[in-house]
């Protein structure tokens, strides 16, 4: 697989003018992705009685889909409960759209509505039936929760999106994720607007699609685990009423392990072969000097292009590390002797053959950065997980792109870090002419660690932000306005069947088995909330035991991508070691109950639960370090409370603690919190320059004293 370098506030009891823009700033709406121009008045009324939808003439299965779930949420909402009384003082919503539209949506639909919020009725105009259904996931959102109930505001909301192409791609080969898997992340993604399912169905670990042309193909590479194409043909269909397009991806000519098991001839080298558990860039590549190649991958992708309606199908082409092709003297006769060069251009070969086969089913190629090349036609598009200038110079070459990089959600980054990458950053030099190449992006959920269990907290809800990059305006990257509406938004992605929210007490079942009321329970719950997975590709070389067949139900896979209480806290420590012209001593004080919890739970962790239940043992080492590392931030509170610096010899000391929690260990896990508290310390130490100091440069002193000698690479305060 491609490689990357690298309490919900409502505003509206608040709002004292009459109207706000939603342009830059605070969003006067709890709402993601943000929509494009907001009008909020003052003003909100009871949600009470029933919804009563009217629609335009004519009917559409997804609208009819997207109307009974903004019903059935009402009613959820409803105070009181909707009696014979109520029923015809209910609220009215008329959705109307102009065009019929096609049974699957395309690249280019027409995605904008209008929506207007009074206090009687709101009416929902769009040009097509997806316009209706995005509109209709906003009204979803619109509900505030008061003291009295629920309530709806005054709001004119004119919307569309940024980019045509918003999408998610998930890894069904390296991990199985079935069909339930699909169809609850594709609930999430109407959710949030995103419109394209992006299938990766073969990989060296595995071959997850049915061919009827060739069934040896999926029943000797898939351990029985793939989609039949009537599976596929429900996928499909679900998607489309939810006004998403599936893209399948075949990982061709490299990743091609799991097609080589069954057809050794096609390989650049002699078999025999056999799927692979582990993880990495293997060997196998097919032959593209060999005829039965494309006469296998005709059969194959003919039989897929009639199956998938959508005219894109993703080619993969990445990490082809050369080495069969080298060693094939009869490969490297044939590009000496057909002009082509290295292997660059053998590759450039493969593609266009493969561009042909595609050509008559109607279908345009997707691949990754590595097909790039002069002689490419220009209606392949690529999909770039190297990063904006490689998307730029793709689209000055004339060629359709998609932004991957910096929206890698398996990397298990904060959302901040996908939020903030664009496609086409703010100062690009593309003409207009150029940008229109760029077509949008997709998160990226690879599963090399990632199970049936675990894949939706991985996927939710951090992949909300990078869905608002791709929808909203370029304008809107407010990064605490974003995290304020995430947490909120969160629980629509739950209600509408993500298991991100609610599968956490199952992680912890196989930690401590059946019953969750143990003693130190309670401890186990917030140790798992303060620490997260390492990052980037960490994991593989922390646990390197891991592979297919290893269940994922550790200490790692138990704690979220990304701890909210460990940002909440290096927020609140921002805020107080870098108030303006002073220590807030105020805001330190109440910190330390947070430490001391979370103290208190790491050595009940460490020293008491692992004796009964062995599958905690890995947690040992943080969890002692946990112990230490806050006990050392307390005593830096502590000296700046009292107005004393902290003495050098300390400072080292609690330095030491932090660092000796910060080393990798079997859980593949770590404590974010450790820089915050690093810059506890150093604030501590040299606390009496702060009356000397400007802000900013008081700042700047802490952070070289945290990181010396790295203080431009270290995290800058978020305030």
């Known amino acids: 697989m491609p490689r990357k370098n690298s309490s919900a506030i ?253 057809h050794p001839e096609v390989a650049s080298l002699p078999g025999p072969y056999s799927i692979e558990r582990h993880w990495g860039v293997f060997n196998p590549v097919l032959d593209p000097t060999n005829e039965a190649t494309y006469a296998l991958l005709g059969d194959f992708l003919g039989e897929m292009a009639a199956l998938f309606p959508d005219p894109f199908i993703h080619i993969g082409g990445d990490e082809n590390n050369g080495v069969q092709w080298n060693a094939n003297p009869k490969i490297q006769a044939f590009i000496r002797e057909h002009g082509l060069k290295d292997n660059a251009g053998l590759h450039a070969y493969f593609n266009k053959r493969i561009r042909e086969i595609l050509a008559k089913g109607g279908k345009r190629i997707v691949g990754w950065d590595e097909i790039i090349n002069p002689e490419l036609p220009r209606d392949c598009v690529i999909d770039s997980w190297r ?14 792109g998609l932004l991957s990089n910096g929206f890698y959600i398996d990397l298990c980054y904060p959302a901040s870090d996908h939020y903030l990458p664009d496609p086409i950053p703010s100062a690009s030099k593309l003409t207009d002419a150029e940008r229109v190449h760029v077509l949008g992006g997709e998160a990226t959920m690879w599963s090399e660690f990632v199970s049936p269990e675990t894949i939706d907290s991985r996927i939710w809800p951090r992949t909300t932000a990078v869905a608002e990059r791709l929808w909203s305006p370029a304008g809107v990257r407010d990064v605490p306005e974003m995290y304020r509406r995430l947490a909120i938004v969160s629980g629509r992605i739950s209600e509408a069947g993500s298991l991100h929210e609610r599968n956490g007490d199952l992680m912890l079942r196989h930690l401590v088995g059946a019953n969750l009321e143990i003693a130190g329970m309670d401890s186990l719950r917030t140790f798992i909330s303060v620490i997260e997975p ?22 790692a896979d138990a704690a979220k991508p990304e701890s909210e209480v460990s940002r909440l806290f290096a927020a609140q420590v921002d805020e107080a070691l870098f108030a303006p012209g002073t220590i807030d001593k105020a805001r330190l004080g109440a910190l330390l109950g947070t430490l001391s919890q979370w103290g208190a739970a790491g050595l009940e962790v460490a020293d008491k639960l692992p004796g009964t239940y062995p599958a905690l043992r890995e947690a040992i080492p943080h969890a002692q370090g946990l112990a230490a590392a806050t006990a050392a931030a307390a005593d830096a509170i502590a000296s700046l ?27 593949a896990t770590l404590i974010p919190s450790l820089g915050p508290m690093r810059l506890l310390v150093a604030a501590a130490e040299i606390q009496e320059r702060r009356a ?22 270290a995290p800058k305060p978020s305030s």
Request: hydrophobic share 45%.
């Open 641 to 667: 409370l009292s107005g004393t610096a902290l003495p050098p010899k300390k400072a080292s000391e609690a330095v030491a603690k932090l660092d000796a929690a910060a080393q990798p260990d079997v859980s």
């Open 387 to 400: 990063g904006t200038e490689a998307l730029g110079a793709a689209a000055t070459m004339g060629f359709d």
């Open 10 to 262: 409502c505003l509206f009891s608040a709002l004292a003018a009459m109207a706000m823009q939603a342009r830059g700033g605070p969003l006067p709406l709890d709402v993601m992705p943000a929509p494009a121009d907001v009008l909020v008045k003052q003003g909100l009324f009871p949600i009470k009685g029933l919804l009563m939808v009217g629609v335009s003439d004519g009917s559409n299965r997804g609208v009819a889909n997207a109307i009974a779930r903004v019903q059935s949420r009402w009613l959820v909402l409803t105070t009181p409960y909707p009696t014979k009384e109520t029923v015809t003082t209910g609220y009215k919503l008329v959705v109307q759209w102009s065009e019929k539209g096609a049974a699957v949506p395309s690249l280019g639909d027409d995605e904008s509505y209008a929506l207007e919020l009074g206090p009687t009725q709101a009416t929902l105009k769009s040009t097509t039936p997806l316009g209706a259904m995005h509109g209709l996931e906003t009204f979803l959102q619109l509900p505030v929760r008061e003291p009295g109930g629920w309530y709806l505001p005054q709001v004119t909301i004119d919307d569309r999106p940024r980019f045509p192409w918003r999408g998610l791609m998930i890894d069904v080969a390296r991990h199985w994720q079935p069909i339930e898997v699909i169809e609850r992340n594709l609930d999430a993604m109407a959710v949030v607007k995103l419109n394209v399912l992006h299938l990766h169905l073969t990989d060296d670990q595995g071959f997850r699609i049915e061919s009827l042309t060739h069934p040896e193909l999926q029943g000797m590479g898939s351990d029985g685990q793939y989609f039949t194409q009537a599976q596929m043909r429900t996928i499909i269909a679900y998607a489309a009423i939810r006004g998403i397009r599936v893209v399948p991806e075949f990982d061709i000519p490299g990743h091609a392990t799991s097609w080589v098991v069954s």
């Open 692 to 713: 000397d100091l400007s802000d900013e440069h008081w700042k700047d002193q802490v952070i070289a004293v945290a990181y010396p000698g790295l203080a431009e690479a």
């Open 534 to 555: 390492v990052k980037h590709y960490d994991r593989g070389g922390q646990q390197v035991w891991m592979n297919q067949q290893v269940p994922l139900i550790g200490i």
